[in-house]
């Protein structure tokens, strides 16, 4: 084999790892860009539902005249004690902790 061969093909497998560690980084980046989307939603989505639970609570504690009537059937007892309404609120927690854990698990 004369010198130029040799030169060529350290060359070229110096260049194919160059190329296999930038695309391997690129995919690293694509994936924690996507995991930051992820979680930044998922936080604003737990932001906003605090900020509306702790807006009612203050409300109803300020006696600002919650009229419950018309929500009647959703707080009467339905599963035991729970009311529809908390059955809801544990359900849609309970499904933001399996996308979060379906998440996690699928890295």
């Keep these: 084999m004369d010198e130029q061969t040799k030169n060529k093909r350290a060359d070229s497998v110096s260049e194919r790892r160059f190329r296999r560690y930038h695309r391997s980084a690129e995919r690293r ?60 609120g544990i359900l849609f927690v309970v499904m933001i902790g399996g996308l979060y854990f379906w998440r996690i698990r699928r890295r």
Excluded: H, Y
Excluded at 36 to 46: E, G, K, T, Y
């Design 29 to 88: 980046r694509a994936a924690e860009r996507q995991d930051s989307q992820f979680f930044r939603a998922i936080f604003s989505l737990a932001g906003v539902a605090a900020a509306f639970a702790i807006g009612l609570a203050v409300w109803g504690m300020t006696g600002g005249g919650f009229d419950v009537n018309s929500m009647d059937g959703l707080l009467q007892p339905w599963i035991g004690p729970l009311s529809k309404l908390e059955a809801i």
